[in-house]
């Protein structure tokens, strides 16, 4: 079993919500998840840590009796206690560490641990393993040499790209076929996706390259194009459909460009700035789940459809 804990804005909330139950298979609440699905923690951009469960128990005492037989070869540890389902003080939180702390044989360096252990009460059972905090490397990638003011945020596009991936990456292939500077690229480059950009803004086109150069990714990945000349297969595609005031599409480019990824991909996740139900379904698409994403009165509309 894993547990990881997350937390997201009330903005974002559904977005997260939709995002760990695509990756995790289990709903959100309360902050903390437990799966029998396995994910690194760095992975989705709301995940906090994440806990390999190696030892549980009833009690406290009984958990601790098992941690005298754990073995760490000489290196040094830390014990961290993560909140679960039932409130602990500061204090109490502090004493649990001690405790587990205690009981497991080596080293305990509270700043610079080779080895960090998670300790959580969940369920009515303690819980203990390996432990895992999230690096949050898309905020890096906030650091882009070029951008548009109206680009997806770092964080959004991961969660976007992790929806259409899904939890098993090997052998996927993703295409994000309106690119523009390349924020999703990223992102999905960064979680070890393969994934290609195509746009038909050469200006666009050159920023993505210059972006992905900046994070040490080749520039091969995104090409000029019509996506409605775009050949080839994918397993998903990321649409964040043109919206701003120079890119403004009639319906009926629109539609052509949703059958045009329908072509292309078994699977789509399109970002709007208005519900399209109507051209979706013309499109020959399912809405299969969706969410949305404010930043004050600017409202995205995540929609996944298969």
């Known amino acids: ?122 369920g009515g059972r303690w819980r203990f393993g390996p432990c895992e905090e999230n690096g949050a490397v898309w905020l890096k990638h906030q650091d882009k040499p070029q951008n548009y003011s109206t680009a997806l945020p770092t964080r959004a596009a991961r969660a976007i790209v992790n929806l259409a991936a899904g939890p098993v990456l090997s052998g996927k292939r993703l295409i994000d076929p309106c690119c523009g500077m390349g924020t999703s690229l990223i992102e999905a480059l960064s979680m070890g996706i393969s994934i290609v950009g195509i746009d038909i803004n050469p200006l666009a086109v050159r920023g993505a390259r210059n972006n992905l150069a900046h994070f040490g990714y080749s520039a091969d990945t995104v090409r000029l194009g019509d996506l409605r000349q775009a050949e080839g297969h994918y397993d998903a595609a990321v649409v964040d459909m043109p919206y701003n005031l120079c890119s403004v599409l009639p319906e009926a480019e629109q539609l052509e460009l949703l059958a045009a990824v329908r072509r292309l991909a078994d699977k789509a996740v399109i970002v709007t700035t208005e519900r399209i139900p109507g051209l979706l379904e013309r499109a020959n698409w399912r809405i299969a789940e969706d969410a949305k994403v404010s930043k004050g009165s600017f409202t995205r509309y995540i929609t996944v459809v298969k």
Do not use: W
């Not at 995790?24 to 995940?47: D, N, T, Y």
């Open 1 to 122: 079993m894993f547990i990881y804990t997350y937390a997201s804005h009330e903005d974002e909330a559904g977005l997260c919500s939709l995002e760990l139950c695509t990756l995790l298979g289990q709903p959100a609440h309360g902050g903390i998840v437990a799966s029998r699905l396995e994910i690194p923690a760095g992975r989705s951009p709301f995940v906090k840590r994440r806990i390999a469960v190696s030892n549980e128990a009833d009690s406290l005492e009984e958990l601790a009796e098992q941690l005298v037989s754990l073995e760490l070869s000489g290196r040094s540890f830390k014990v961290l206690f993560t909140p679960g389902d039932e409130p602990f003080s500061f204090e109490e939180q502090r004493q649990c560490e001690r405790i587990a702390g205690a009981a497991i044989r080596g080293k305990a360096d509270m700043r610079n641990a080779e080895r960090l252990f998670g300790l959580t009460k969940l």
